[in-house]
């Protein structure tokens, strides 16, 4: 069964910058792509960014050129760089694995505040 524990969650100020990681256990994870959401209270998780099983990534036109995507297939684990961050980027950040849509149950996520 797929297992998900994200951290590196935390406040940091607008422009500041923050790294999330999400360990994956319980699939063969270099196999898979994966992708980190967010979600704020009362609107529906988005796709932030993705990244294939080849390298391949994609991300949401508001964090393109501001987030970094990358995976590490020796530790099983996925990152997400967020340079220059913005108030509306606050949200808690969750991993999953799919390129175009969730196809695992969610872990508890990681909460990212931006505020001064």
């Known amino acids: 069964q797929v297992e998900f524990v994200e951290s590196g969650g935390g406040l940091v100020q607008p422009g500041g910058s923050l790294s999330v990681s999400c360990v994956v256990s319980g699939i063969r994870f270099e196999t898979y792509s994966m992708a980190w959401y967010r979600q704020v209270p009362r609107k529906e998780r988005e796709l932030v960014a993705a990244?294939?099983?080849?390298?391949?990534?994609k991300y949401a036109d508001s964090v393109q050129d501001r987030f970094t995507i990358s995976r590490d297939n020796a530790k099983n684990t996925v990152y997400l760089q967020m340079n220059t961050l913005k108030p509306e980027d606050t949200a808690v950040y969750y991993c999953?694995?799919?390129?175009?849509?969730?196809?695992?149950?969610w872990g508890q996520g990681t909460q990212v505040t931006v505020s001064s």
């Open positions: 999953n694995t799919g390129f175009i849509r969730p196809s695992s149950p």
């Open positions: 990244i294939h099983s080849g390298g391949v990534t």
